[in-house]
């Protein structure tokens, strides 16, 4: 009889085991809700650079234990179920007492509910009813049989409700507090861990009263769970304040933060951008937006030279309806005028068409039917090829681009990132030379940051670890000559020894400025993004200032350079500490009726000399100029001299 009914337990048990089996088979826990969650974007040390939120607009993050501070973790289990590490995700004593409390009050005074629980009725809301309670008790052992204990609490800290559209713990640390979940301390975390209690009546923002009675009551209950905490530390963090309002969700680089993200699907995407650096490049973008017309705007790229890995992107005024916001602006097609000169004249370099001290004549001249002018309408006469392409004359341009060939300029630079868009039908020409084809920001710094980097070509990368094969675009000699023309001050003031370049399109449409020293490359546009002109916008005055502001942003290149850099570099850390006379430049023509002439030279080890025609000037040595009145019309012949006999001279002409 006893063997029976032995065996007829063990039947019903197992039969009961294979009842519960199967029904766990066909009603598995529903992880729907985890899938669905937004996106947060890290710059290169983790921080967070922008959020996205969820589709319908919800901001949920998926959220770990090892995501939140170990005391929010202390706090949640004192507060909510004290025997969460020890139950199989049912609590029986706390079950007991809820039902005892409501029978007695005759309604419900606590719910009874185990983290399980409530991790189960977050995953699969419903209505608060006893058959609901059921279906929660049933889900947490499922759950417990599935998951680890630290899962389980996973799935609380990332779907519990933060007031609002807000749900987990790390959104809801980034919108009451303004960082990272990891780095708030007990009060803080306290008050996450009890508004999810009643999530709209405990919302700081609007009952701050109530938030700061619920937390304080989370911090008791800690201290009684937890003896060993000090009175001392308990007054202080119920002395602290709630928040007086709900703080903007990270929200920097928002153009490229979509593009990364774009048919992404891990919650967390890594970057290359530098938050403190995409900040500045914000700031800067943002007051020069306030001084540009209507419908104007501008995109900005700072990225490091050697890697190509991007530091700061500003694609436009994001959201800005009358300035296109929602376009990246740093993919626009446009005409880049003369920012590509720099690149034909390396060319031109290697074919040993021109060295940069060729001397040449820039005067009227035709090229068959086609007969380009200067920027200023005038022409410079003999001049060398050096001071052509610093002055960015265009006769010169086009004439060696008639020398080397369309199509070998167009192959460089393809090579070097950059392949022109020309219009259906239109083959490559001499006005290539002068920014006729069509490139962007992004190809314009691959090109810029190829002549900084010995010629070599790569892809800008976003994100750590990507990076495309390097092509030779330039021989790397040409490629450091370029560099070293190239390195001129700021006419408006900035850091120095930067190489710079700028262009602007037929009628002001585009203003470019693009420029490297041994560390970086930095890029501006500033135009309409329907194309229509910018009356006065030139890259010299509109964009090379905010070329200039970046540069400041950024460390200074070392000098001399270090160990390993790129072959271009040398040569460019050369082309800093060179001296040279800034002014007048060669073949310069001055006013006789000018007081004085304000003679400047940069680079070279000071003391600096400077001389005319042989004869000695008045100079302060700790200065880098002086002043000449000139004895009347005719030809000077302007030197400079530094410490160390180095040279630097200039014919000029005073009518």
């Avoid at 977050?122 to 680890?148: D, F, G, V, W």
């Amino acid at each position: 009889m006893g063997r029976r009914l032995a065996l007829a337990s063990l039947a019903a048990l197992a039969t009961l085991a294979a009842a519960a089996f199967a029904l766990d088979r066909l009603y598995p826990p529903n992880l729907a809700r985890l899938a669905v969650h937004g996106t947060e974007v890290l710059d290169r040390e983790g921080r967070s650079l922008a959020v996205l939120p969820a589709p319908g607009g919800l901001w949920r993050l998926p959220t770990t234990t090892a995501d939140v501070p170990p005391h929010l973790l202390d706090l949640l289990i004192a507060a909510e179920d004290r025997r969460f590490r020890h139950h199989p995700g049912v609590d029986p004593i706390a079950l007991a007492r809820a039902a005892f409390q409501w029978a007695r009050a005759g309604r419900i005074v606590s719910g009874g509910s185990t983290l399980t629980m409530q991790a189960a009725r977050l995953l699969e809301p419903r209505p608060r009813t006893l058959r609901s309670k059921a279906i929660e008790i049933l889900r947490a052992l499922q759950l417990e049989a599935h998951y680890s204990k630290e899962e389980i609490l996973g799935l609380w800290l990332t779907l519990a409700p933060m007031g609002g559209n807000l749900e987990g713990a790390r959104v809801g640390a980034l919108a009451w507090f303004g960082r990272p979940v990891a780095q708030l301390d007990p009060a803080e975390a306290a008050l996450l861990v009890a508004i999810p209690r009643r999530p709209e009546a405990l919302r700081p923002d609007r009952h701050p009263e109530a938030a700061r009675a619920a937390r304080d009551a989370v911090l008791t209950e800690r201290a009684r769970a937890a003896p060993g905490i000090s009175p001392a530390d308990t007054a202080a963090a119920l002395a602290r304040p709630v928040p007086a309002f709900r703080r903007k969700l990270p929200q920097a680089a928002p153009h490229l933060a979509r593009e990364l993200a774009r048919g992404a699907t891990e919650a967390r995407i890594a970057s290359t951008l530098s938050l403190p650096l995409q900040r500045a490049a914000e700031a800067i973008a943002a007051r020069a937006l306030r001084d540009l017309p209507e419908r104007a705007s501008l995109a900005l790229i700072v990225a490091e030279l050697e890697s190509r890995e991007v530091l700061a992107l500003v694609g436009g005024e994001f959201g800005a309806a009358n300035r296109a916001g929602m376009l990246d602006l740093t993919r626009a097609v446009r005409s880049p005028g003369s920012a590509l000169k720099p690149a034909l004249y390396a060319l031109a370099f290697e074919a040993g068409i021109a060295a940069p001290e060729t001397l040449l004549t820039d005067l009227p001249r035709r090229f068959g039917a086609y007969a380009p002018e200067n920027f200023d309408g005038g022409f410079a006469g003999r001049i060398t090829v050096a001071d052509a392409l610093r002055q960015s004359l265009n006769l010169p341009a086009v004439a060696l681009l008639a020398e080397l060939g369309p199509l070998r300029f167009v192959s460089a630079l393809k090579a070097a990132g950059a392949p022109p868009r020309l219009p259906p039908g239109v083959d490559p020409a001499l006005p290539l030379a002068l920014g006729g084809l069509g490139t962007t920001l992004r190809e314009l710094m691959a090109v810029q940051a190829a002549l900084g980097d010995g010629g070599r070509a790569r892809p800008l990368v976003f994100r750590p670890g990507e990076g495309g094969a390097v092509r030779q675009a330039f021989a790397p000699r040409a490629a450091a000559q370029v560099a070293g023309i190239l390195v001129n001050p700021f006419p408006a003031g900035g850091p120095p020894g930067i190489a710079w370049k700028t262009g602007t399109s037929w009628g002001g449409r585009d203003a470019w400025a693009v420029g490297f020293d041994a560390r970086h490359v930095a890029g501006v546009w500033v135009g309409r993004p329907d194309g229509t002109p910018l009356p006065g916008a030139t890259g010299a005055r509109t964009a090379l200032p905010l070329l200039a502001q970046l540069f400041e942003r950024l460390p200074p290149a070392p000098r001399p350079a270090l160990p390993g850099r790129p072959a271009a570099t040398p040569a460019l850390a050369e082309a800093v500490d060179r001296l040279r006379l800034v002014f007048p430049p060669p073949g310069a023509v001055l006013e006789e009726d000018a007081p004085h002439v304000t003679l400047r030279a940069s680079g070279g080890r000071r003391p600096l000399t400077f001389l005319v025609d042989g004869r000695p000037l008045p100079a302060e040595p700790a200065k880098r100029e002086a002043a000449w009145r000139p004895e009347g019309p005719g030809f000077y012949r302007v030197t400079v001299l530094d410490a160390e006999g180095s040279a630097a001279r200039a014919e000029v002409r005073v009518r």
